[in-house]
């Protein structure tokens, strides 16, 4: 795995560029030891034969010494004494230069020293042998032992001058022999280093061919997001801009100038030209902005006005961060925001709040109204009905009599309607104070409070045991009451109402009613099931609605909001509630609270 990532990185090209230059400055120096061993080598030879030369020159002036003493000594014409005269010059030139070729060698410096003396000897019986021919009466014999000696000396001068041959032929040969030892291995090293080089260049080669197959299909890839990018601007209604913190150089987007109203790139961009867009009274806030982006590595979103070239007023919103670009350059980038209508729209809605707060305060004061004003003459009405009915009922006439039970019937509707729309007002405005509450305690106190309506129903409320929830207890209870006292009301005739209530305790993927945002959310279902009369389920929708009904006034008494009130008691406990029934064999209503 680490293979393939280094294959695939800059570093493998890297890696290739040094090995290969390594293995080039290892064969140019292959090469140049293989030159200066050839080098050495010419000149070993160059050597060789100067100093075989130089011997052969060296043992012919000795030869013509002795050559012209023998014609002087068969003549005595001193004309054959010139090369002899020369010689000693000679000799001695030559013998010096071929002790300066041999210097490095041992061997040759001492062969030299021996040459050195046979040649002083060969020299000095010359100089006696001419010493004693000059003389009148010489002896024969002392001349004859004279040149006899003188023979052996020179053929020792033979024998040293062939044997320092022989010894510099054998040193040319060791180093021939040296020579060829070093060169027979180069080429194969300098061939296989070739080969090497070249299966590396060529890997680097289909590495830089991949590459830029790769870069230039990034590079489309990039021209067709950049061109997306600019219909994306276009479409969105934004511009772009980028601020170098390097350079201190900024940069628009097309699309920047086309908000302000301007052509592309009609002018050049800094932040001054940009200030001269912007709203009087919004310029020192964008401008105290502006000043954040050198110190701060995120321009926070702010909204400002400018005012286009054609005078028109937009508000703009701009927001940036600071980034750091491959060169290591760090630019902060931002975009700039046409959000005109959604200004528009906000405004829009704050001016509706600011209604909906004012229709809010005259619905406070109505339910003020509806909790006193209204009540009070409601009283009053069936006060003067109790005393009508108490004192008059008999005087008056059967039709006047159906007149006062109407009206108390009506007012007792009223009062009805009033206190029900009094609970949903205080379902909708009281203080959520949330607590820790037992359900079961809540559940006894709604049946103690229908104890009347369930002894008049002869009624049987079971259930097991409920939780302890995090909750607006008096909601629950009224929970509780709304839906008990529904299912009470529409019981069956000759029936005894029974109402079985159960909690589980389930997971949002268990029901497919709950949503599936988050199939690990807990929830409480608590069912409160009932034998009444049921309803239609094409209906389970509608009955929570506020002031619907399902059945005639004269049937059943009611307003309509108990039910609307559960809706809302449960939506303020972020839970849900749903209503299953079938005609003639009762409803089920179920309920679902978060458990946390």
Partial sequence: MNYLQLHKSPLFLKIIFIISVAVIFFIGGITFKHITV????????????????ELERLISFIKDAETGQRGYILTRDKKFLEPYLKSKNL????????SKLTKNSRTQQANLKKLLFFINKRQNYLSKTLYLTEQKNYD????????????RAMDSIRLKIEDMMIAQKNLLN???????STMNYTPLLIYLTLIVTLILITIAFIKMNRDLIILKSTINTLSVAIEASK??????GFGSWQYNLETHEYTFSDNEYRLLGCEP?????????????????????????????????????????????????????????????????????GTTSDVTEEMYAQNFIEERNRELESNNKELTAFNYIASHDLQEPLRKIETFLSRLVSKDYDNLSKSGQQYVSSIQSSAKRMRVLIEDLLQFSRTNKAEKVFEEANLNSLLDNAKQELAQFIEEKNGIIESNTLPTLHVIPFQIQQLFINLISNSLKYSKQDVAPVIKINSTLISAQEDNFLPNNNNNAKYYKITIEDNGIGFEQEYAKKIFILFNRLHNKNEYAGTGIGLAICKKIVENHKGFIVANAELNKGATFTIYIPAE
């Fill in 140 to 151: 024969e014999k002392q001349l004859v032992s004279n040149l006899l000696i003188g023979k």
């Fill in 265 to 333: 790139q009609s002018f050049t961009a800094s932040v001054e030209e940009f200030y001269k867009f912007v709203h009087p009274d919004d310029l020192q806030h964008v401008i105290d902005n502006a000043n954040i982006i050198p110190t701060d590595s995120i321009l926070p979103p702010f909204t400002y006005r400018i005012i286009r070239k054609d005078g028109e007023v937009r508000y703009f919103r701009a927001l940036g961060r600071v980034v750091t670009v491959a060169s290591g350059e760090k630019t902060h980038i």
């Fill in 231 to 236: 219909l994306a601007e276009i479409v969105g």
């Fill in 174 to 180: 060791n180093r021939q022999k040296e020579y060829e």
């Fill in 38 to 53: 050839l080098k050495k080598s010419s000149n070993y030879v160059s050597n060789s034969h100067e100093v075989n030369t």
């Fill in 91 to 98: 000799v001695k030139k030559s013998f010096n230069e071929v």
